[in-house]
């Protein structure tokens, strides 16, 4: 390298984000320990001097690629809900700022869905916490199809409670997700895991939609904050509803047509009900 030594080209890598974590190794005839420490300070992973037989180049190398797919398993299970098998809270909050930023800059929209399980609670006192945690995953599986681009995320934000993110959705389209998402618990069958012996009365899910167009003077947190207010108001409001804003919305059973419920202009759900310690 006629331009740059070593040390600099290594000091260049690890300045850059996209090549900040490759383990560099500096293969030289220096021995000098006043050059290896030289080395390692420009952030070389192993200094090597020369002549090195090729096999034990070969497994020092060997050894990085395992530490960094090893890192790699441990940074995907960070961003993994151990118990639903989906993104987690720590992934959701990573994303939505992220193409918080993307539509500041593009001029997009994005809309957020707050979906909660109701009564879930008898499920674990009747059948188990095991059975419980497997009937999550089979919700969560399920909703999480609705996340079909690239870009969306359907997420485990805690609890009972789940996030799906879409950028570049309108009301529209959200409200019709909310609706197809609402269908499809309604229909769904658990008798596989839950048994026979016991019947079982089926779950119900509640649903609060918001959407906004991101400005630099406002922040994520508003968003969810929205859609969290409206999906308390479809649980106050009835099982298997969403709410768009503060309008409560059913299903009809007859025609799959959403009906409004009530209007409740002005005033935030959080404002107007008391939650209750059943409530999620």
């Known amino acids: 390298m006629p331009d740059k030594t070593g040390y600099q080209m290594c000091f260049e890598l690890k300045q850059q984000l996209i090549t900040a974590e490759i383990p560099v190794i500096l293969f030289t005839c220096n021995s000098d320990i006043t050059f290896k420490l030289k080395g ?61 930023n993307r539509c ?57 409670e789940f996030v799906l993110m879409l950028p570049g959705c309108d009301i529209q389209g959200s409200s019709q997700i909310a609706r197809n998402m609402i269908n499809i618990i309604k229909k769904l069958e658990l008798n596989d895991i839950v048994g026979n012996d016991i019947p079982f009365a089926g779950l119900s899910i ?3 939609i918001a959407m906004e167009h991101p400005q630099i003077n406002n922040n994520p947190t ?14 106050r409001s009835g099982l298997n509803r969403f709410v768009v804003g503060e309008t409560p919305v059913e299903l009809d059973q007859n025609t799959n ?24």
Not at 49 to 64: A, F, G, S
Not at 113 to 121: E, R, S, W
Not at 258 to 271: F, K, M, N, P, Y
């Open 104 to 160: 500041i800059r593009y001029s997009s929209c994005v809309s957020l869905l707050v979906v909660d399980i109701n009564n879930f609670q008898y499920v674990n006192d009747v059948y188990g916490n095991a059975v419980g945690d497997e009937c999550l995953r089979r919700v969560a599986r399920i909703l999480a199809k609705f996340g079909l681009r690239s870009n969306d995320l359907f997420a485990h934000f805690g609890g009972l």
């Open 222 to 235: 508003q968003l969810f904050e929205r859609a969290d207010d409206a999906k308390f108001l479809a649980k």
């Open 206 to 208: 509640s649903i609060g």
């Open 40 to 100: 390692f300070q420009s952030g070389c992973a192993d200094y090597l001097t020369k002549p090195m037989h090729n096999q034990e180049l070969y497994h020092r190398v060997e050894i990085y690629l395992k530490h960094i797919q090893k890192r790699r398993e441990l940074e995907m299970l960070s961003f993994i809900d151990p118990i639903t098998g989906v993104a987690n809270r720590r992934t959701y909050e990573y994303m939505l700022q992220k193409e918080w």
């Open 257 to 280: 047509k959403a009906t409004e419920q009530i209007q409740l202009s002005g005033t935030r759900a959080r404002g107007r009900f008391k939650k209750r310690a059943g409530d999620r």
